[in-house]
């Protein structure tokens, strides 16, 4: 299966600073998917980055908060800008791929844990 | 996409074997059912996905009837290490988003 590596695993941020996670596939992919969980809570879908276009958000999400780059098919990074305490939340980074059943499953890294004080 | 239904948690207990099951009314014909784990600190992995009646893998089962307006995973004789959070997703097939549930809090208990 497809192995993500995300950087940082954690962090602690300052408010009103910004911080760039990376996130690296061991495989080409052409859809990544970067997903928000707060503490004790489900995921919550922030945007879909696609290689050569930009990336979709979901709704209650903004570019402008949340830039993402996707200059190639094995990398992509998501920016956490202008940080209030509220974006305290594991980031996880996300691609398909196949398993030994034909299925198309969601493969996730690790997440990075970020803590905005 | 389909809004799914689920328990909030369940306890079990090791040996025993656990079934949990999704609502989702709304399903779409072409919808896949998927259930996926998540242990504290990690990312969500996939346990298991149908269409229709029963599949079964090396860690569990997932039951879905003919309206297949539920579905239901089977975790056989589970253990201390199947404490986790269960989600159970309806998406298409393919390369879509998949948008996660409140999930059920499974715990096991000696």
């Known amino acids: 299966s497809a192995v993500i590596s995300q950087k940082p695993s954690r962090d602690i941020c300052q408010r009103g600073t910004s911080l760039t996670i990376q996130c690296q596939v061991d495989?080409?992919?052409?859809?990544m998917f970067w997903y928000r969980q707060q503490p004790g809570q489900s995921l919550t879908l922030i945007a879909t980055?696609?290689?050569?276009?930009?990336?979709?958000?979901e709704s209650g999400f903004v570019i402008d908060k949340f830039p993402i780059s996707r200059p190639n098919l094995t990398f992509s990074t998501l920016t956490v800008s202008n940080m209030s305490p509220e974006d305290s939340s594991i980031y996880l980074c996300?691609?398909?791929?196949?398993?030994?059943?034909?299925?198309?499953?969601?493969?996730f890294g690790a997440g990075s844990r970020l803590t905005v004080l | 996409l389909a809004k799914t239904t689920q328990p909030i948690s369940m306890d079990s207990y090791e040996g025993q074997e656990v079934n949990i099951t999704c609502s989702h009314n709304?399903?779409?014909?072409?919808?896949?059912i998927t259930w996926y784990q998540q242990f504290p600190s990690q990312g969500p992995r996939f346990i298991i996905q149908?269409?229709?009646t029963k599949v079964t893998n090396e860690v569990a089962s997932l039951f879905i009837p003919a309206d297949r307006k539920s579905s239901t995973l089977s975790l056989p004789r589970v253990s201390l290490s199947d404490t986790a959070v269960y989600y159970c997703?309806?998406?298409?097939?393919?390369?879509?988003?998949?948008?996660f549930g409140a999930g059920t809090r499974l715990a096991v208990h000696p």
């Open positions: 495989s080409q992919v052409t859809m």
């Open positions: 996300s691609v398909y791929e196949s398993d030994v059943s034909g299925a198309n499953v969601l493969t």
């Open positions: 980055a696609n290689q050569g276009s930009e990336a979709t958000y």
């Open positions: 997703l309806v998406a298409l097939g393919g390369y879509n988003k998949l948008i």
């Open positions: 149908g269409y229709k």
């Open positions: 709304n399903i779409a014909t072409n919808d896949y």
